[in-house]
């Protein structure tokens, strides 16, 4: 690896893919709260939304930085308040550790010498040279770290959420057309 850092962010279709979930999960809250009386006011639900989605794109904001140093997860200066990176030296690291997840993933930690583990990001665009540089900077054998979701079932996951946003537009329509809104 050169002098010059290498960046990864997270896929395009993740952050496509999660953002519209969000939004299609939270956006007719609002006028579902109108329609019915429910007892949760419409504006504290946009406002609930808002910070929400705020959130969201504050996570979705993550670049892993590989330089001759080492490892850097970090995020924009505006997210420091919501999510903390961490930084891991080449000669920091001792192995690559898998741990099966609650869903029966896996996911693989960076173990350190002073034996802490730091997860590896593994829904950034360009993964598999990730891995390669993590493997030619290390010495660790990453021929079987694999991404924890492929990129099919982000597809299918979108395909879903664009349908369910037509089921909310109609939704939406249709409480705009009672005149209950």
């Known amino acids: 690896m050169s002098n010059n850092p290498t960046i990864f ?5 993740i952050r496509i893919t999660l953002i519209g979930l969000y939004i299609s999960l939270t956006i007719p809250l609002p006028f579902l ?10 504006s504290f639900l946009i406002a609930g939304v808002v910070i929400g989605f705020v959130i969201l794109y504050a996570v979705l904001s ?28 080449w000669l920091d690291i001792k192995a690559l550790k898998p741990r099966t997840t609650g869903q029966g993933g896996l996911v693989y930690y ?29 010495g660790i054998d990453t021929s079987d770290v694999k991404p924890l979701a492929q990129p099919w079932m982000y597809l299918i996951l979108l395909v879903f959420t664009f349908l369910l946003m037509l089921v909310d537009s109609w939704t939406i329509f249709t409480a705009i057309s009672l005149g209950k809104i």
């Open 9 to 13: 962010r997270i896929s395009p279709l």
């Open 110 to 138: 960076f173990l350190s010498n002073d034996d802490k583990g730091y997860l590896l990001p593994m829904r950034v665009s360009g993964f598999s040279r990730l891995v390669a540089e993590v493997q030619a900077k290390t």
């Open 33 to 42: 709260a109108e329609v019915t009386s429910a007892p949760v006011s419409p």
């Open 62 to 89: 993550e670049r892993v930085i590989l330089d001759d140093e080492g490892v850097k997860v970090v995020y924009p200066s505006w997210v420091l308040g919501f999510r903390k990176g961490w930084a891991i030296a």
